[in-house]
């Protein structure tokens, strides 16, 4: 177990829906990042925040979009969900804003998605 | 950016022998390689990391070598054992995020 929770751990929704994924960091890391992992693209960064402010920022699609709150929980919205959205996706953390002195990153157990 | 590229795709090794796996990166400003292992459905979990200040890490049956000059790393299993089998992620760090390999899925056949 690495400290990180995410929920749901399933999640099946219709194109079109919209719907919010949930992450709590390790006690006392600030830092948050979301992944997307699918067949094709493999793990893929999405976003990270730190402290509560929008830090990096990947291949994330403007119907999707994340924040970070006082109590550094973050929260992932996937809105106008398409086919090609099912996944699964992880969030990770580390203590601070990670940056070229490479902080480890600990993963969650994910939520899988599956948009019908 | 940063681009990373793990070979091979797939391995299989019979039980104690040796796995190798290989990675190379583009972007030379790169400092931070960690490796994660992946069961299926679950999290990746670190395995290993290596900083580009130091050429060589071990812990117990796992090792990373880098060569920063060839911007290249490898990940050596010793001693596989049927509990190895998995898919195995490289990954370098990117200014704040992490770029992964495709990954190779690794049998042990016992």
């Known amino acids: 177990d690495s400290g990180v929770t995410q929920t749901p751990k399933h999640l099946i929704t219709a194109t079109g829906q919209r719907v919010t994924l949930r992450c709590s960091p390790r006690s006392g890391d600030l830092s948050v990042y979301w992944y997307q992992q699918s067949l094709d693209q493999g793990l893929q960064f999405l976003i990270q925040y730190y402290n509560g402010e929008e830090r990096a920022k990947g291949n994330i699609l403007e119907r999707f979009s994340a924040q970070q709150f006082p109590d550094l929980h973050s929260e992932l919205n996937l809105s106008s969900l398409e086919l090609g959205d099912s996944a699964l996706y992880f969030c990770?953390?580390?203590?601070?804003?990670?940056?070229?002195?490479?902080?480890?990153?600990?993963f969650g157990p994910g939520t899988r998605l599956l948009v019908l | 950016g940063e681009n990373v590229e793990q070979h091979p795709s797939t391995l299989s090794v019979q039980e104690g022998d040796s796995a190798v796996i290989k990675c190379t990166y583009s972007d030379s400003a790169s400092n931070y390689f960690p490796w994660y292992k992946q069961e299926l459905g679950k999290r990746p979990q670190l395995i290993i990391d290596i900083r580009s200040n130091v050429g060589e890490k071990k812990d117990q049956r796992i090792a990373v070598t880098l060569s920063k000059t060839a911007k290249h790393f490898s990940l050596h299993i010793t001693e596989t054992q049927p509990e190895d089998s998995a898919v195995y992620f490289c990954?370098?760090?990117?200014?704040?995020?992490?770029?992964f390999g495709a990954g190779t899925i690794l049998r042990v056949k016992s």
């Open positions: 990954a370098a760090m990117d200014g704040n995020k992490l770029v």
């Open positions: 990770a953390s580390s203590v601070t804003s990670g940056g070229y002195r490479g902080e480890t990153q600990y």
